[in-house]
T-cell receptor, first 114, second 113 residues
Framework: EDKVVQSPLSLVVHEGDTVTLNCSYEVTNFRSLLWYKQEKKAPTFLFMLTSSGIEKKSGRLSSILDKKELFSILNITATQTGDSAVYLCAVDRLTQGGSEKLVFGKGTKLTVNP | KAGVTQTPRYLIKTRGQQVTLSCSPISGHRSVSWYQQTPGQGLQFLFEYFSETQRNKGNFPGRFSGRQFSNSRSEMNVSTLELGDSALYLC????????????FGPGTRLTVT
């Protein structure tokens, strides 16, 4: 059975701290790994990673994938209160029918205190 | 471009009733996926429709069904509601069905009493 596990489940930090969120996975027919940020309702796309060892970066956020060890990390440096959200990791896999399917982890709830 | 819209935004139903949720994708998008999000299980895939055909289905009982119309709008129906169906139901649209280009709607919060 496909599995995506995120850790920690929740995290409380102070503004300015650096955080690392973890995502490990076991899926068949892996295509890519995605990170989303969910603040109120709709998750918003952050990164898609397909190749091992190549860091994706956007401002203070960065992410990297290790396809050999089957995990990814999302780093946020100099955290701000606006970073408070649930961060979701999802793996895109091919189904037997040839279509794609996203399998989500349960998320990491990040709270950044002023 | 307008984003993905979902109606209604909030819904309270009684056990045993049925419910229909609606999702209007971004104009031009032909793929609509539905997800259920609960605190215990996280975000779980329900099904995906592309050009009015169900392409993919998650591990949910037959009480959960959906359809897609020719204008790509999609509906999800849950019959014989159970307390455990209380959740946030999210739909996401994409132009080609490629998962990473999905845009999520704001969700419908369903409470079953």
């Amino acid at each position: 059975e496909d599995k995506v596990v995120q850790s920690p489940l929740s995290l409380v930090v102070h503004e300015g701290d650096t955080v690392t969120l973890n995502c490990s996975y076991e899926v068949t027919n892996f295509r890519s790994l995605l990170w989303y940020k969910q603040e109120k309702k709709a998750p918003t796309f952050l990164f898609m990673l397909t190749s091992s060892g190549i860091e994706k970066k956007s401002g203070r956020l960065s992410s990297i994938l290790d396809k050999k060890e089957l995990f990814s990390i999302l780093n946020i440096t100099a955290t701000q209160t606006g970073d408070s959200a649930v961060y979701l990791c999802a793996v895109d896999r091919l189904t037997q029918g040839g279509s794609e399917k996203l399998v989500f982890g349960k998320g990491t709830k990040l709270t950044v205190n002023p | 471009k307008a984003g993905v819209t979902q109606t209604p935004r909030y819904l309270i139903k009684t056990r045993g009733q049925q419910v229909t949720l609606s999702c209007s994708p971004i104009s031009g998008h032909r793929s609509v996926s539905w997800y259920q999000q609960t605190p215990g299980q996280g975000l779980q895939f329900l099904f995906e429709y592309f050009s009015e055909t169900q392409r993919n289905k998650g591990n949910f009982p037959g009480r959960f069904s959906g359809r897609q119309f020719s204008n790509s709008r999609s509906e999800m129906n849950v019959s014989t509601l159970e307390l455990g169906d209380s959740a946030l139901y999210l739909c996401a649209s994409s132009s080609s069905g490629t998962s990473f280009k999905q845009y999520f709607g704001p969700g419908t919060r369903l409470t079953v009493t």
